[in-house]
């Protein structure tokens, strides 16, 4: 170990007495060259001063200021405070801001911050203020259409209205009188074209029940409208931007309405060939359910034939065979008809599956007391 | 003037310090000497006595009154249930060096269906539906072990996804049709589960028909199923038929013979859903077998037909027997599917809820007797309610929470 640490030092040293004679090399050379430098610079200034006995100072150029410029002060110009500093807060914001704009954050009279900052270290961890803020100016903003811009347009408009026809109070009357809903748009703008390609668009909204139809003619109305009805809602909605005019996409709409009106009444020779796959709903009579359930009430109905005592047999069944149709008529077959339809087309939840149960228990005379 | 003042307020002030102190000594609790004429309710020594166990260890004299309790469960039913339980239950019940069930709601339900049954009408059908970890198969358990202690015959599947799904199986071609496809190992294991739960119930049933297995082997009628199960597990090849003949006698003895048959299946959708292509059970053409396609399948889905007599099926319908993109719900219809539900129906769904606020302190008091929780914080009342609030009072929550902590 201390061998090591000798010999480590003695490296250091040695490489000390290297640097030290490197620098001594270094400072020679400089001297020589600035010796060099001096004859000839003397050199020249014996022609440009020779008349003179004196020692001749030698100048060093740029070292001393020769002449004095004065410069004019740069013109700056003096920001003037932000114009919401001066509002008063009587004033008229209509006035302010009276279109839709940008924002500017020196015309808005308050405070307001908008922006993400990463951590603490980004502009101190605090939301970037309205001033020169970027993300404000981004977003729409709504300071055109305050409550008192919209008064003052009611104000303009008002004296193109006219009064509001009378029995027409409510939403419901409006929609009993005016079934059809239809909307078409226009659009006005500054600009070398008077066409706009949306104001074509027509489209029409009325609710399926307003409509007479039948349960075929509904279900066919339905099919074949496809995702244009609306089922939470009852509405359906036709919406046409295929012909050049607004006109005729309004008259094709209708058009449309009439056309799977009458459509919807029809009844095609192939639709007698519906399959169960094809039933727009459960029905408990055509489906395996209610073929089970018929074989299944007559063998308990031949078991309680042969045995004796009236111990848990199903009280309810006629005694001798009938017709499946009768025993489908009894109010507990009727009642689990009920509960299986609903479970399929209402969906399973608590109250349909314990309607269920609830229907069993009493179609094949189940009881627990718990 | 001032110091007349004074005088008087001073007085006052005494005044009121004696009153004081007359109060204080006047309120102060002194020992009373004749502590039976107090009327003062005694205060506790200790915290009031937790109760979460009840002594009735017969599953068949449960009532409403023992709902949240545990019962202990002797060694040799245990031995019948045991291949039903859940291994991580099991690991617990080991743990705890005691097996204790709780009795719950919807195996009272279940039980009071049973009692007042009427056994001459083909089999009802009940279908045990509930949450992921709400006690499904505990319920059914509870059943089994309340039948098996009257008596019944039990067909128990514990898990019935084991049957359809699998990557390392042996598949082979049916012995009895060829379309249809046995699982020699499983069905030896079924067939070995079946004799473990019915010891001693066995004796004496025979064959009534005449079973040809190969050219020179044959099951003459009167074999006894005892003989019937060795075959198939002694002949690994036709243990899934054995599997077949020992269910076809017992729907047809049922009646003739006056048995009581107890047929339990849990996750029961996996008989009648399809699997995905990766998961479901494959032939050596690498053909995705139909669960209908499988021998055992087919012959436990004839159990739960209702033409025979004389039987029970209880089922329970879980979401993992179903296929990943078929686990949103947990109602039986949905996870049945249209073709289980046909199969089934009509079938009296019981709903099996999460813990009761009763029956989940119950069973964190066990848990707590069991030195399963330590630590300090859950024996309060406060981490009571804590543990009930993150695991929302369901059970398997329930214990997965206390075990992590």
Wanted: hydrophobic share 35%; net charge positive; charged share 25%.
């Amino acid at each position: 170990m201390a061998s090591v640490s000798v010999r480590k030092t003695f490296v250091v040293l040695n490489s000390r007495a290297r640097d030290i004679k490197f620098i001594q090399q270094r400072a020679l050379h400089m001297s020589l060259s600035l010796k060099g430098q001096d004859i000839k610079s003397i050199e020249n200034d014996k022609e440009t001063s020779s008349d003179t006995d004196e020692f001749r100072v030698y100048q060093i150029e740029g070292l001393k200021r020769t002449s004095s410029v004065r410069r004019a002060e740069r013109w700056s110009k003096r920001v003037p405070p932000p114009r919401y500093r001066s509002m008063s807060t009587e004033q008229d914001w209509t006035d302010v801001w009276p279109t839709a704009s940008t924002f500017k954050w020196s015309a808005v009279p308050f405070p307001v911050r908008q922006g993400y900052v990463e951590n603490s270290s980004e502009n101190e961890g605090v939301i970037p203020s309205k001033y020169a803020n970027l993300e404000l100016m981004k977003g729409p903003n709504f300071l055109h259409l305050t409550p008192a811009h919209v008064q003052k347009h009611c104000k303009a408009i008002k004296h193109f209205c006219t009064k509001w026809p009378e029995g027409l109070e409510t939403d419901e009357q409006c929609q009993k009188h005016f079934p059809v809903e239809s909307v078409t748009s226009d659009y006005i703008y500054a600009g070398p074209s008077l066409t706009d390609d949306r104001a074509r668009v027509a489209s029409i909204k009325f609710k399926l029940s307003d409509l007479k139809l039948d349960y075929h003619a509904r279900d066919k109305f339905v099919r074949l409208v496809g995702d244009r009805y609306n089922p939470e809602t009852d509405d359906v909605f036709f919406e046409s931007n295929r012909c050049p005019l607004k006109s005729q996409n309004l008259e094709y709409v209708k058009f449309l309405l009439t056309a799977v009106y009458f459509e919807s009444w029809k009844n095609e020779s192939w639709e007698q060939g519906k399959q169960l796959s094809d039933m727009e709903t459960y029905v408990w009579n055509h489906n395996k359910s209610h073929k089970t359930c018929m074989s299944l009430l007559a063998s308990i109905q031949a078991k309680d034939k042969t045995t004796e005592g009236e111990l848990g047999k199903l009280n309810y069944l006629p005694e001798n065979e009938v017709d499946t149709s009768v025993i489908c008529g009894l109010p507990e077959v009727q009642q689990y008809k009920v509960a299986v339809e609903t479970l399929f087309n209402v969906g399973e939840n608590m109250e349909t599956l314990n309607a269920y149960k609830m229907a069993v228990e009493k179609l094949l005379n189940f009881k627990s007391d718990v | 003037m001032a110091a007349s003042i004074r005088q008087k307020l001073s007085s006052v002030a005494s005044r009121t310090n004696s009153l004081l102190r007359k109060s204080v000594t006047s309120i102060e609790h002194t020992p009373c000497v004749c502590s039976c004429y107090s009327t003062a309710a005694k205060r506790l020594e200790q915290e009031p006595r937790t109760a979460f166990r009840t002594n009735e260890t017969d599953p068949r004299k449960h009532t409403i009154d023992h709902v949240g309790l545990y019962y202990s469960v002797p060694d040799e039913e245990m031995a019948v249930l045991k291949t039903g339980v859940h291994p991580w239950h099991l690991r617990m019940m080991k743990s705890f060096n005691e097996s204790c069930m709780m009795v719950r709601k919807p195996a009272l339900e279940l039980k009071g269906y049973l009692d007042k049954l009427n056994l001459k009408h083909p089999v009802p059908r009940f279908l045990l539906y509930g949450r992921r970890g709400s006690g499904k198969t505990m319920t059914m358990q509870h059943t089994i072990q309340c039948c098996h202690k009257n008596g019944w015959i039990i067909v128990h599947v514990p898990w019935a996804g084991q049957w359809v799904r699998g990557w390392y199986k042996e598949v082979a071609v049916s012995t009895y049709k060829p379309d249809r496809y046995d699982l020699p190992a499983d069905s030896a294991e079924w067939l070995n589960h079946f004799r473990a739960q019915n010891q001693g119930k066995l004796t004496g049933l025979k064959t009534t028909s005449e079973y040809i297995w190969t050219k020179r082997e044959k099951a003459e009628a009167g074999t006894s199923f005892d003989e019937i199960i060795n075959f198939g597990l002694s002949r690994l090849k036709f243990s899934s038929d054995c599997v077949g003949v020992l269910l076809k006698e017992l729907r047809e003895q049922a009646e003739l013979k006056g048995l009581k048959v107890l047929v339990a299946v849990d996750s029961v959708n996996a008989f009648y859903v399809q699997w995905n292509q990766l998961n479901a059970l494959k032939n050596i053409e690498k053909k995705k077998l139909q669960p209908g396609e499988i021998s055992l399948v087919h012959n436990f889905k004839k159990m739960l037909n209702p033409d025979w007599t004389h039987g029970v099926a209880i089922c329970a319908v879980s979401e993992e027997a179903n296929d990943e993109d078929r686990r949103e719900n947990f109602t039986p219809v949905y996870l049945l599917g249209q073709e289980g539900f046909e199969a089934l129906d009509p079938f009296v769904p019981i709903f099996v809820p999460e813990y009761t606020e009763k029956e989940a302190l119950s069973n964190i008091n066990y848990f707590i007797d069991r030195n399963w929780i330590q630590n300090a914080h859950g024996k309060t009342d406060e981490g009571k309610k804590e543990l009930m609030f993150v695991s929302n009072r369901n059970p398997f929550n329930l214990a997965k929470i206390c075990a992590q902590s």
